[in-house]
């Protein structure tokens, strides 16, 4: 009995025109691939670009020595006003728009107190006339309104830091009405050192807005 090679299914050729067709898509997909992943790395590439440019840009807002300030520190429309305050040494100024007041604050207007106790300072400020909603910032200062406009800030210690406890600040938002009040307290008495108090806008400190002469 004759041995006999098994019998193979007869190879099927593939058209050349299917070859390429697989050829192309195989191409097509592989761009398409290379594509994404270029997108992906621009996006990457332009996302970090975007992140550096906003960690290096400055920080907008409060000025820079009011960085960490509690907001204790700077005033608290909730506390006992200046002159409210039992057994205190009181003193009493009407605010004066002054000439650096910035356009559209002409009908600014107000009084400022300041108590002085056992228990330290306590200054109050109430003013009218304000931008609703806009924030503004207040300092006892160390010369009158007529020289110079009030000077520098007061300090307790002469040339130390300039934010609280060694300055005294208030910051405060006027309400819809244009109008605010707060007060803030120092542990400290400023004697007769600080005989004026100045209002600034907060976003233009150097248009000092108004200003009240204290006299002991």
């Known amino acids: 009995m004759s041995r006999h090679s098994p019998i193979r299914p007869p190879m099927r050729r593939v058209p050349s025109r299917t070859r390429l067709a697989v050829a192309c898509a195989t191409a097509a997909t592989a761009a398409l691939l290379a594509g994404c ?44 006003p200046a002159n409210r305050l039992p057994d205190a040494e009181l003193v009493e100024a009407t605010l004066e728009p002054l000439d650096t007041r910035p356009p559209g604050m002409d009908d600014v207007a107000g009084t400022a107190w300041l108590a002085q106790s056992t228990e330290g300072t306590t200054v109050t400020v109430s003013l009218t006339g304000l931008e609703p909603g806009e924030a503004y910032m207040a300092h006892l200062h160390e010369r009158s309104c007529s020289t110079d406009n009030g000077g520098d800030h007061f300090q307790f210690e002469k040339g130390g830091a300039t934010t609280p406890p060694n300055e005294v600040h208030l910051m405060f938002t006027a309400d819809e009405s244009g109008a605010a009040t707060t007060t803030v307290n120092n542990a400290r008495r400023t004697g007769d050192d600080a005989v004026a108090l100045v209002v600034h806008p907060h976003a233009a400190m150097d248009n000092r807005l108004a200003c009240a002469d204290f006299e002991f």
């Not at 907008?60 to 608290?76: L, R, T």
């Open 37 to 80: 992943g270029g997108d992906s790395a621009e996006s990457a590439s332009s996302s970090e670009d975007r992140t550096a440019t906003a960690s290096s840009s400055p920080h907008s807002g409060h000025s820079g020595d009011m960085d960490g300030m509690d907001g204790a520190a700077m005033g608290d429309p909730s506390a006992t």
